[in-house]
T-cell receptor, first 116, second 117 residues
Framework: AQTVTQSQPEMSVQEAETVTLSCTYD???????LFWYKQPPSRQMILVIR??????QNATENRFSVNFQKAAKSFSLKISDSQLGDAAMYFC?????????????FGKGITLSVRP | DTGVSQNPRHKITKRGQNVTFRCDPI?????LYWYRQTLGQGPEFLTY????????KSRLLSDRFSAERPKGSFSTLEIQRTEQGDSAMYLC???????????????FGQGTRLTVV
């Protein structure tokens, strides 16, 4: 079974600064997807960024980028130019590439606060 | 399209009562998932449907839990004889799967927060 670990329960960043959220995972599969989801207070979870394991290039989406280290099974999220609206819980998630069930396996999440 | 809709948003019930939650997925999505999220934890998979067929159930889904998706549209999750340990946020998500690798991402609803007193 796959596991996802987020060891930092909370982080804080100054507005306009850069912050990195850490995630490690464990799997015996060679092909899979990794995701970062954002869950604002009392709002639904939304996808921030996705990485296919077979791609060596790190994914980027505007101010969000990842550092994917497949051998180390590490998948960190970097948020540049942090904004007040970035304050939320962030979840790292894993999904198998093959198989009928595309369920997500989540980490415990990290609460990010942004200081004005 | 208004996205994934869940009702009710909040439910308070007495221990031992039955509760039912509803999820309306994005209309063209053929896959529907239920997750449970307790305080300070990430969502945990409960079950999923491909159209109207329930294809997998987690061991977290005890016999008191039942889910249906009649006609492959909306889904309901029922909890019988609720216990305090059932208190959690119940999340629904939907996605479109056209082939094993041809999948869209999962879109989540806002969840139903259940409190068992």
């Amino acid at each position: 079974a796959q596991t996802v670990t987020q060891s930092q329960p909370e982080m804080s960043v100054q507005e306009a600064e850069t912050v990195t959220l850490s995630c490690t995972y464990d799997t015996s599969e060679s092909d899979y997807y990794l995701f970062w989801y954002k869950q604002p207070p009392s709002r639904q979870m939304i996808l921030v960024i996705r990485q296919e394991a077979y791609k060596q290039q790190n994914a980027t989406e505007n101010r969000f980028s990842v550092n994917f280290q497949k051998a180390a099974k590490s998948f960190s999220l970097k948020i540049s130019d942090s904004q007040l609206g970035d304050a939320a819980m962030y979840f790292c998630a894993y999904r198998s590439y093959t198989g009928a069930n595309s369920k997500l396996t989540f980490g415990k999440g990290i609460t990010l606060s942004v200081r004005p | 399209d208004t996205g994934v809709s869940q009702n009710p948003r909040h439910k308070i019930t007495k221990r031992g009562q039955n509760v039912t939650f509803r999820c309306d997925p994005i209309s063209e999505h053929n896959r529907l998932y239920w997750y449970r999220q307790t305080l300070g934890q990430g969502p945990e998979f409960l079950t999923y449907f491909q159209n109207e067929a329930q294809l997998e159930k987690s061991r977290l889904l005890s016999d008191r839990f039942s889910a249906e998706r009649p006609k492959g549209s909306f889904s309901t999750l029922e909890i019988q004889r609720t216990e305090q340990g059932d208190s959690a946020m119940y999340l629904c998500a939907s996605s479109l799967a056209t082939s094993p690798q041809g999948r869209t991402e999962a879109f989540f609803g806002q969840g139903t927060r259940l409190t068992v007193v």
